[in-house]
């Protein structure tokens, strides 16, 4: 290995070719490589790699070099930490001394940021080999003062990119703060692509889909159904539609997206009223969100029929749906969750029991005070409590800020913070209350009850009967021929 301590000054200059060399026109041609960088973005080198490569060119003659390499880069961004092939490669020909200088078209983008930069002045340092721009200064990397000119050059150009970040970040989050919404995103399932008009189709599939989900629905029922509507996913955003082109994991994604009830988000933290238009009311996708939450959800998502999993057997065991010797569809007291609990257990026809429980549902919700049952003394609620809940979100994203300006103490941030958090989480679960509600609405709302009932499926029935009571099964007793609703079927009504 060279070390300039223990080498002649001869060996020194043929060794080390620096821009110094070059100027004083050395006999030896000056091998470059050209290193050109294709960037998209719209403050970057506004320049294509032809057009950088005939500037080298040109630089070259000028010089006297010889390009003797040429490489590129395809660059979305500077800030982006993406591979650069064509970089690596130009700067190990220089670290093996394969070439003398290295053309750029400026010396501040040639690195992305200061980690790279350093390396790079080090690989440069110790090969000896100079860095000229075409737009800019040229750079001696073997004396210290061109090393210190390239550090402080690329430093304003990190700095530079790094403010125009933060700058851009504070315009976000008051933007999201503000309400606006985000041109930059894909538009989101629901709106027009001004992303402040609700789309007819998709915003009441969603709308739907929430009734749905709280009514007992399943989502993969509403992902059959926004099938059936011919309805298009982002995931296959032109083309023919495929066959099931919606899965439940999609629908979840659009449901649970605060957007949905006119929340504006910045990071993943509620910020603001947004100002486009809302598609459901806030308590109404609370209940939602909460519902999807559930993790008891996943253990009832293969129950098919009305009670099984609601209703008990008169042990206090959960009913289980299951077939008969005689192959007829039952409800049974379920083995597997019985734990030696005394018998006798019940058994008893499905379509006996569903009938009796159907048409006891159907006579509750059509008396007179049925709507009662949807609690409309809390509705007037509602509004204050949405109101209430955006203050506080309000002033939880001004306490960070009047912190950093130093108006409040840390202590009494992180106290406001906390509060805040509480009472916003308790407003949240009051209000999931309120929207759950519309368990009964398609019900309580119809003017034939006994009609909307008929139409519901199974899942939806099984919320309904779960919200009003609770149904205990008892056994027929031994050589029962004919179904006596009154003897098997109990039932607890439910305070609502
Ligand atoms: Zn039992």
């Given at each position: 290995m060279w070390h300039p301590a223990h080498s002649p000054v001869s060996a020194r200059i043929t060794h080390v070719t620096t821009l110094a060399t070059a100027l004083a026109a050395e006999p030896r041609t000056i091998r470059a490589g050209a290193y050109q960088r294709i960037s998209?973005?719209?403050?970057?080198?506004?320049?294509?790699v032809a057009n950088q490569l005939a500037d080298q060119v040109r630089t070259a003659e000028a010089r006297g070099q010889e390009i003797v390499l040429t490489e590129s880069d395809n660059d979305i961004s500077a800030l982006t930490g993406k591979h650069r092939p064509g970089y690596e490669r130009i700067m190990a020909a220089a670290a093996r001394g394969e070439i003398d200088v290295i053309l750029v078209y400026q010396t501040s983008r040639f690195w992305r940021n200061r980690r790279e930069r350093a390396e790079g002045i080090e690989i440069l340092r110790r090969a000896g080999v100079s860095l000229i721009a075409t737009k800019g200064p040229s750079l001696d990397m073997s004396s210290a003062y061109g090393r210190m000119m390239c550090g402080l050059l690329g430093e304003f150009d990190t700095a530079e990119s790094e403010i125009k970040s933060e700058r851009q970040q504070l315009a976000n989050r008051e933007a999201a703060m503000a309400g606006k919404a985000r041109k930059a995103t894909p538009r989101p399932f629901g709106w027009r692509p001004d992303r402040i008009a609700r789309d007819p189709a998709e915003a009441a599939a969603v709308a739907d889909a929430c009734r749905a989900l709280l009514a007992g629905g399943t989502l993969a029922g509403i992902a059959r159904e926004w099938d059936r509507r011919g309805l298009r996913p982002h995931q296959a955003p032109f083309g023919p539609l495929p066959?099931?082109?919606?899965k439940s994991v999609s629908v979840t994604e659009i449901l649970r997206n605060p957007r949905v009830a006119g929340i504006s988000m910045y990071k993943g933290a509620e910020v603001g009223r947004g100002e486009w238009e809302t598609i459901v009311p806030e308590e109404t996708w609370r209940a939602v969100v909460r519902l999807l939450a559930d993790p008891s959800r996943g253990s009832t998502a293969g129950v098919r029929t009305m009670?099984?999993?609601v209703a008990l057997c008169r042990c206090g065991n959960h009913i289980s749906a299951s077939v008969s010797q005689r192959g007829e569809p039952v409800y049974r007291c379920n083995r597997e969750t019985?734990?030696?609990?005394?018998?006798?257990h019940v058994a008893a026809r499905r379509a006996d029991v569903d009938e009796a429980i159907g048409g006891l549902v159907v006579a509750r919700l059509s008396m007179?005070?049925?709507?009662d049952l949807m609690a409309p003394a809390a509705k007037a609620d509602t509004a204050a409590l949405r109101d209430e809940a955006m203050g506080i979100r309000d002033r939880l994203g001004r306490l960070g800020s009047l912190f950093a300006l130093g108006q409040i103490e840390e202590a009494d941030m992180i106290g406001g913070r906390q509060k805040g958090n509480v009472r916003l989480a308790e407003i949240e679960a009051g209000l999931a209350d309120l929207g759950r509600?519309?368990?009964?609405a398609p019900l309580v709302g119809a003017k034939n009850v006994k009609a909307a009932w008929e139409v519901l499926g199974d899942d939806r029935r099984r919320a309904v009967v779960d919200a009003l009571m609770t149904v205990t099964l008892n056994p027929a007793g031994?050589?029962?021929?004919?179904?006596d609703a009154l003897k098997v079927i109990s039932v607890e009504w439910k305070e609502v």
């Open positions: 998209f973005d719209k403050a970057g080198d506004g320049h294509g066959r099931r082109a919606w009670l099984g999993g019985q734990r030696g609990r005394p018998g006798p007179a005070d049925a709507a509600e519309s368990v009964l031994r050589g029962a021929r004919v179904f």
